[in-house]
């Protein structure tokens, strides 16, 4: 179990995109047998229509500069399908080469007619008994009156931001695409706090156990696991930073100027958990210490026994050599009591040298 756990925690490397032409796309995840599906919610304040297809060419139809359209692609596996949907919006090859290169760490970029932005996922999923988390790559493309979203795999955090559009509460039907994409991007940021709340319950069982329980090889996992996870955290959260601050400063018709509002509540947001990541990564290495600690401690506690007894037989070990001595003469050999004599000198040792490191508070 526990090799296995630890071979976990080796970080595999992508090597796939090494030496090949820039703008080259090459999948580098392992979800590559999810086919892919796109689903599209097409909106404005008076309408709503929501339809799902296999093939991206369905999408095209939707060019009506009167409402939103938010296409969001499931799978980036099937290559040929993105590149139809990259070259419909004419979409730059070093984009779509980002878009299904999932090593790629969260980023915007501008372009002309749209903005492109990486980010990562994190949820969580079920796995036998326990939850692990996921982190999932994944792309948006804002335009004027539309975005595209790029994710591996079905599953993400965005169910909320559907409800809203569906049945109209909030604003998001009456603002435009920059709106849908805070709204992602919030949806995704308020799932850090529920993985970093989740970590934070994780540390303080963790530090109780260290306390009450018997230290052992499982929390030395376990600690490895949450210094893991932390890492996979922060590197998913601290240049989304970076994203949010340049979004909210960024001079473009494709954002509103209310829209920054929000973008700065978000960016607020997203240093509190970088806050909090620190404080936790602190936590967890003070875990490794209090481990080390409470193991050195034990040990302590069994030389502190050992070496006790040892003080003790070492008088009468002395005294028992000296009687074993193969000399023809030694007196007290020749007294009738001298058996029970010298058991009551070394009883009469042992209890003084009790006495002794009891005074000294050393028992």
Do not use: C
Request: glycine content about 4%; hydrophobic content about 40%.
């Amino acid at each position: 179990m526990a090799k296995r756990r630890l071979h976990l925690l080796k970080r595999p490397k992508n090597t796939h995109t090494v030496n090949q032409i820039p703008g080259t796309m090459t999948y580098v995840g392992h979800k590559a047998g999810n086919e892919t599906k796109l689903d599209v919610i097409d909106y404005n304040k008076e309408a709503y229509e929501r339809f799902s297809s296999k093939s991206t060419e369905d999408a095209f139809k939707f060019m009506d500069e009167d409402r939103i359209t938010w296409f969001n692609i499931d799978g980036l596996n099937n290559i040929s399908e993105i590149e139809k949907l990259g070259k419909h919006y004419e979409l730059h090859p070093l984009v779509l080469e980002d878009i299904v290169n999932t090593g790629q760490r969260p980023k915007i970029e501008e372009y002309q007619d749209y903005l492109f932005i990486v980010a990562k996922m994190l949820y969580f999923e079920q796995r036998g008994d326990s939850h692990e988390i996921v982190q999932e790559h994944i792309s948006f493309i804002v335009g004027s009156n539309y975005l595209l979203s790029f994710q591996e795999s079905d599953g993400d955090v965005f169910n909320p931001v559907r409800e809203r559009i569906e049945t109209a509460k909030g604003r998001i039907r009456s603002r435009s695409a920059d709106y849908l994409m805070f709204a992602l991007l919030d949806a995704i940021i308020d799932n850090y706090f529920i993985v970093i709340d989740d970590m934070s319950d994780r540390i303080e069982a963790l530090e109780e156990s260290l306390f009450t329980a018997q230290p052992n090889d499982d929390i030395t996992i376990e600690i490895q696991d949450l210094k893991k996870n932390i890492l996979r955290i922060r590197r998913a959260v601290f240049p989304l930073r970076e994203v949010i601050s340049r979004l909210e400063k960024l001079e473009s018709e494709l954002i509103e100027e209310k829209t920054k509002n929000y973008l700065r509540d978000l960016y607020d947001h997203i240093i509190q958990i970088s806050e909090n990541i620190d404080i936790y990564r602190e936590m967890i290495w003070g875990l490794m210490d209090m481990y080390m600690t409470t193991i050195s401690n034990k040990m302590n506690e069994v030389m502190k026994v050992l070496t006790i007894m040892a003080s003790i037989f070492i008088p009468l070990t002395f005294i028992a050599g000296i009687y074993g001595m193969n000399f023809e003469y030694i007196p007290e050999l020749q007294w009738h009591y001298s058996y029970f004599v010298l058991w009551g000198v070394m009883i009469f040792v042992f209890l003084m040298m009790l006495y002794y490191f009891k005074r000294k508070k050393w028992l």
